[in-house]
C-alpha cells in the first residue's frame, strides 16, 4: 500500500551533520507512524526513531536522544531523520519504516514497508 524511499545518505565527519530523507508513494501516507531504524554490518537492525502520524508522539533509541530529530512534512509525504553531532558508532545503513496501527514502536516487526536503505558512513 505504500512505497518508501531513502536519501541523504553519505560519509561525514565525527561531529558533523546530516538529513535523511524518505520519500513515500501512496495514498494514505498521513495515517502511518514513520520509523527510522539501522543496521551496522554484523549487527542486528536497531530502531532509531519514531514519529505518529500527527507528529505529536515520537520516540527515540536512548543512543540518538538529544543528537536526531525526525519529523515529517505530510503534505509532501515525506519523513526525514535530522542527524546532527553524528559519532562513529552511527555508522549503517538507515531504512525508513511505515506501520498503520502499531503507534511510535521501537521493534522492527511492528512495521509494515521498508525503504531500501542509505548508507551513512561517519568518520574519526
Known amino acids: 500500500q505504500v512505497q518508501l524511499v531513502e536519501s541523504g545518505g553519505g560519509l561525514v565527519q565525527a561531529g558533523g551533520s546530516l538529513r535523511l530523507s524518505c520519500a513515500a508513494s501512496g495514498r494514505s501516507f498521513s495515517s502511518y507512524t514513520m520509523g527510522w531504524f539501522r543496521q551496522a554490518p554484523g549487527k542486528e537492525r536497531e530502531f532509531v526513531a519514531a514519529i505518529g502520524w500527527g507528529g505529536g508522539s515520537t520516540n527515540y533509541a536512548d543512543s540518538v536522544k538529544g543528537r536526531f530529530t525526525i519529523s515529517r512534512d505530510n503534505a509532501k509525504k515525506t519523513a526525514y531523520l535530522q542527524m546532527n553531532t553524528l559519532e562513529p558508532e552511527d555508522t549503517a545503513v538507515y531504512y525508513c519504516?511505515?506501520?498503520?496501527?502499531?503507534?511510535?514502536?521501537?521493534?522492527?516487526?511492528?512495521?509494515?514497508?521498508w525503504g531500501q536503505g542509505t548508507q551513512v558512513t561517519v568518520s574519526s
Open positions: 519504516a511505515a506501520n498503520q496501527y502499531r503507534g511510535v514502536a521501537d521493534q522492527p516487526y511492528k512495521y509494515d514497508y
